[in-house]
Structure formats: structure tokens, C-alpha cells
């Protein structure tokens, strides 16, 4: 029995190293349920449309469906002497059906069959996803609920800026994933388009009824236009494109988080489960999940330049060009999945070193914003209390000296606006209890938003 799809006009064999160097089966492997499943609505519409005997329709099926169940059982043995999975497939039915696995193929071409079958792919995946991030989010909501009040100093440039709640700052990161969530679902719009029955490119003369298969395979659309639809990879792009800016977030996370565990910042502790030591330096004790959180981002960035670089001039319709979309696409997958996982599992288990977040806060140039706003309420304009505090804090730095420990007279020699209450300013808690702005760090804000977070994830 051949092992191609396509002997009928050829006399010679494959050259040496042409099968390796073609075949995507390595990789397309992952496609194999997909494959199945398309192939049995397939076949169930040709039957019904009478364009195979329906009693043929029916022994397809139930092979399928008898591989189907190998596959699931994980008995199915891949065989890499095929150029892809619907190769080796096709093959296995017509060692079960025998010669009525021919008719299968009837109306349709790999072109549409493999990207019915990637489309079905991404379907599951994203769904898979967002249920990994709405885990990562819930696991983020804990930490943040576990150190509600916690003040810690918050960063602009890296530098000491404002005194800001630790949940406030988990929260963001909860607000970054939902937006992550948003453009999965966003993506899987045009993810959930049916092409199967644009053929290789032209569509087909039997009378097929791809409505019929939309339904049995679930999906909302029709692709419209038969070309396009064997061309078309902007929907890889796209997940590519949202898992890169989840890749980005994570990174983004993971270095927050590397920083923080520092000896110099030393505001969180990440358990030891989510760290490896080091060979030579018995002490050590290093954050590699997160490292290698921001380091794969570069891969995944890469996978998307591959693909976008794949179609760059690449004439339509189908051309062989577009079997590289595959690896790019599954292992970004892969690789995200598995981060989000790591993630969920070292937030459940952070902890933060209060005492530290108290001794940073002891800086109290960080109550500076503060200080100018205070002096605003008093009937300054804001550019010259930026320039009184710019000044009370110079001279304290020249000084060595704190501002709460300035009385007020020295106070008044940068404003006369300067009242006793200033120094209920100078403190942490005051610094974030008194921000007003709707989405800004006050507590009672940050409490409202984890109430609304509980309802919007469930907890
Ligand atoms: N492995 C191929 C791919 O992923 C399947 C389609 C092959 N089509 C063809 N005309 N050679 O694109």
C-alpha cells in the first residue's frame, strides 16, 4: 500500500533525504484528533449528500472513530515514514476499511483539510488558555487578598516614587491578563470559520454541503471565498501576535518578581520549589522559573516574525511555504501554557518580607507627591509646590536629615503654608488612604476592586 496521497504520475522514487526534509509528521502529530474529526464529518456529509454510498460513509466513520479511540488511549503509533499525520491516518483506515478508505478524500484537499484541522486546534487551545490565565489570575487574587493593607514603595524608573498597596500593584497584574483573556477571545472570532470544501483552492463540482459540516464540527462560520481560505494565515498571526503580548506581560511579571527577591530589594520571598541553586556558589538560591519566563519571550516573539516573514510574498494560494506555521505555532503554545501553570503555582506561595517594605519606606522622599499635593489643598499652584518640595527635599538630603524631623519654622522658611498636619503626611498608610482618584491605591478602592474581581473570576 503507498504511503503517499499522491503516486499516480510519478515513475521515480523520492530522492535521498527528500521525505525528511518535506515531512511535517513530527510536528503535524499534534493535529491527529483534529483530523479525525474533521474527516468524520466529512464523510458523514458525503454520505448524506449521496455523493459516497451511505454505507460507505458509515464503514469510514467507524474506522475513524476506531482510530479515534487509539488516539485517545495514546495506542496510535505514529509512523514517520509519512509526510504528515493525515498521510499516516488515511493510511491506517484503509488497513482497516480497505479499498472504500479511498472515497475519504472525495471533495477535499490537504490545503482545506489542514487548516480546518489547525483551526479546530486553536479553538481547544484558546479555550485551554483562558482557563490557565483565569487560574493565574485567581491565584494573583490570593496574594493580594492575603496582603491587602501591605504598603510598599512603589517604582518609576526603578527609583523610589510613591508609597503604593502590594495588592495594588497584584492587581495590575490581574487587569494585564484580562486583557489577555479578551484578545484570546477576540482572536478565536476568526479562529471560527469552517474551510473545509474550498478544495485546493477552486472549491469543488460534487455537490457538497458545507453547512451540514459547519454544524457537525461546530463552527459559527463559512469561509467565503475558497482561495482565501487555503491562503489565509492571519488567524496564526493573530495568536501568535496575542501570545506574544502575554509572553510580554509574563516577562514583565517575572522581572518585577526577580527584582523584588533581590538581596537588595528583598520585599518577596519565592519559594524554594520555584528556584535552583547553583553548582559552585553553595549559597545561592535562584529565581530560573522567572529567568526563564523573560527569557523565553524572545521565542515566542521569534515564532511570530517567523510566521509574519513565512507570508511575506508568498503568492497565493497554497504553497508548501505554509507547513512552517505549525512549530512556531505549537510550541509558543506549549511554552506559555506551562509558564502560566509555574506562575499560578509560585503566586499561591509568595511571600513578602514586611519588615523590609517598612525599613524601605523609611525614605521619606517618597512622600515628596505627597507633600506638593498637601501644599496644593493649601491654595499653591502646583508648579510652585513641586519647587517647594524640590527644595525642602534638597535641603534635607544636604543635611542628612529627615523631613518629619524639621519643625515647623525650618518648614516655613520653604512655605508658609506649612501646618502641624503636615506631618500626619509622612507616613505610609496615610500616603495611600488619602489618594482620592477613582483606580487609584486608596484601600478602600483596592478592596472594591478584589470584591469585583472575586464575581468577575469567580472566586
Ligand atoms: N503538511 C502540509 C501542511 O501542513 C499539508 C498540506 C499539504 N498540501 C500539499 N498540497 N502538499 O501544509
Redesign the pocket.
Known sequence: MAKKLWGGRFNKALAKDVLSFTS?INI?KTLAIYDCLGSIAHAKMLGKAKIIPAKDAKKIVKGLKSILTSLKKGTFKVDKGF??I?SNIQYVLTKKIGKTAGRLHTAR???D??VTDTRMYCKDTIDALIRSITLLQKSVLGAAKKYVTLVIPGYTHLEHAQPVLFSHLLLAYIEMLERDKERLEDTRKRIDVLVLGSG?LTGTTLPIDRNYVKKLLGFKYLSRNSIDAVSDRDFIVEFLGALSIISMHLSRIAEDMILYGTKEFDLIEIDERFCTGSSLMPQKKNPDVLELIRGKTSQIYGSLVSVLGMLKGLPLS?N?D??L??EPLFSSIETINEELKLLAGLFASIKINKKNAGKALKDETIFATDIAEYLVGKGIAFRDAHDITGKLVKYCEKHNKNISTLDIKELNKFSKCFKKDIFARLNPESSVRLKKSIGSTNPVFVKKQIKNWNKILKV
Do not use: C, G
Request: net charge negative; no cysteine.
Open positions: 511535517s503535524d509526510e504528515d493525515h484537499s490537504r490545503n483539510q489542514v485546493a497554497y508548501r505554509l507547513q506555521d505549525k
